[in-house]
C-alpha cells in the first residue's frame, strides 16, 4: 500500500511562508506523479499542485499559481510544496497522493493523515 507521510504545516501570519513535505513511506516514489491536495473545515479535497516523475512538468491550481512552488528531491524519497505569500484561506488539511502523469487525478483510494496549515494573523 502506498502511504507517505505529511508534514511541516503549522500557524502562520497571512503573507507568511511554510514548506510542507511529503515522505513516501515502504516505497519509492522516483516512478510516481505526486500531488498536494487540501481540504478546508466544510469543503471538499481541492487539488493544488502536482508534479511528474520526471521533475519536468508540474501544475498548480489558479489560486495558488505564483505563490506555491511544487518540487521533489528522489535521493529523499520527499516532495515538497513551498508556499509564499499566504492567505487566510489557504488554511486547509494539506495531503499528498500518487496522481495520474497527465491529468494530475489522485489514484490512491485513500488519505494520509495530512499537516495542518493555518493562516491567520
Known amino acids: 500500500q502506498l502511504q507517505f507521510v505529511e508534514s511541516g504545516g503549522g500557524l502562520v501570519q497571512p503573507g507568511g511562508s511554510l514548506r510542507l513535505s511529503c515522505a513516501a513511506s515502504?516505497?519509492?516514489?522516483?516512478?510516481?506523479?505526486i500531488g498536494w491536495f487540501r481540504q478546508a473545515p466544510g469543503k471538499e479535497h481541492e487539488g493544488v499542485s502536482c508534479?511528474?516523475?520526471?521533475?519536468?512538468?508540474?501544475y498548480y491550481a489558479d489560486s495558488v499559481k505564483g505563490r506555491f512552488t511544487i518540487s521533489r528531491d528522489n535521493a529523499k524519497n520527499t516532495v515538497y510544496l513551498q508556499m509564499n505569500s499566504l492567505k487566510p484561506e489557504d488554511t486547509a488539511v494539506y495531503y499528498c497522493?500518487?496522481?495520474?502523469?497527465?491529468?494530475?487525478?489522485?489514484?490512491?483510494?485513500?488519505w494520509g493523515q495530512g499537516t495542518q496549515v493555518t493562516v491567520s494573523s
Open positions: 497522493a500518487v496522481v495520474d502523469q497527465y491529468t494530475c487525478l489522485r489514484l490512491t483510494n485513500s
Open positions: 508534479i511528474a516523475s520526471s521533475n519536468s512538468n508540474t
Open positions: 515502504g516505497f519509492t516514489l522516483d516512478a510516481f506523479a
